[in-house]
């Protein structure tokens, strides 16, 4: 049976050398925060099941990390050991093996991760390192004071990989801080293997580290747009769905599945994103297993198949045309089912509403329209 990985994400320093008085994981980089960045390179890799986010205590109330998505939240400890061993002992008898990576690395690439967690096939630890290229000196008054022979000199970066039981009995024995879990494994006896790092997984420390890290950001990403647009006509019925919720009316709307307008726009666009079809083709009106389907259905097999490609999705903007029913008293509700469905905060999804003025078939009541876009963006 393949071996269970879960990720520690250690994001409880007060680190606030980067400026600006908050700790530099909770901070701006590229339109999300540096740890947002951090969760979504481990979120979607296909082999890591589990995310813990250790924070520090005074951050359980206000830091923004991601909401919904099934992140594990521990507090953390006054020192970086005491936070990743709070976050061991949450997973403790749960999982096979586990990474434990710097929530300030936002930049670590795929290759990176599954560098570490080839080398866990046949050891118990495994962590990435550059070699030292630059000679190296030593500094005293602003002056050489000496010269170090650098080889055989690593610089160590995260996530560094282990067997969980492994590295919660070293962690369990030690007892001082420590650099990091690598100093911790190897002072327990275990054996850790050096895999390839990456001059881009770098640890943002200064101020200047957001700028570089923003632009690795964003030389890696790829951003994609899709549109969608769906209409239903009005027939029999006390109810329409709209956007995953149940809105009383005296009609209903007609369609194979549970005609969910909204839903069908917004999953079109998704496709459309992807540049793979739409929902037509991925579910065939002519097959009669999808008659009065629930529409779900459909956009969890989009938002999957954008997930499976590398993307994630970064917003949906979804209007739905019609005279009536009213859609405000319902659009939040709109917005949290759809949120919950395609595992995103409420705030990357928008549900809106416009008449078209009497005009058309929406205006004469004979039917609704909607329209979506959504982002997606590489993860
Ligand atoms: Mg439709």
Known sequence: ??????????????????????????????GQTVVAHTLAAFHNHPDISHLVLVVHPDDLETAPWPQDTGL????????????????????????D???????????VSRDVIDGVLSALKSGPAAAPALAVVDALWQGQDGRVAGTCNREGLFRAQTPQGFDLEVILNAHRRFATDAADDVEIARTAGVTVTITPGDENNLKITRAEDFDRAAQILGRNMDIRLGNGYDVHRFGEGDHVMLCGVRVPFDRGLQGHSDADVGMHAVTDA??????????????PPSDPQWKGAASEIFLRHAVELAVTRGYRISNVDCTLVCEFPKIGPHASDMRREMARLMGLDMGQISVKATTSERLGFTGRGEGIASLATVALVSA
């Open 72 to 95: 594990e939240i521990v507090t953390g400890a006054q020192t970086r050991r005491g936070s990743v061993l709070a976050g061991l002992e949450a997973l403790e008898g749960r999982f």
């Open 1 to 30: 049976m393949p071996k269970t990985t879960a990720a520690i994400i250690v994001a409880a320093g007060r680190g606030t050398r980067a400026g600006r008085g908050m700790p530099k994981q909770w901070r701006a980089l590229a």
């Open 270 to 283: 998704i496709y459309g994103a992807l540049a793979d079809g739409d929902i037509g083709q991925h579910f």
């Open 97 to 107: 093996q586990v990474l434990i990576h710097d929530a300030a690395r936002p930049c």
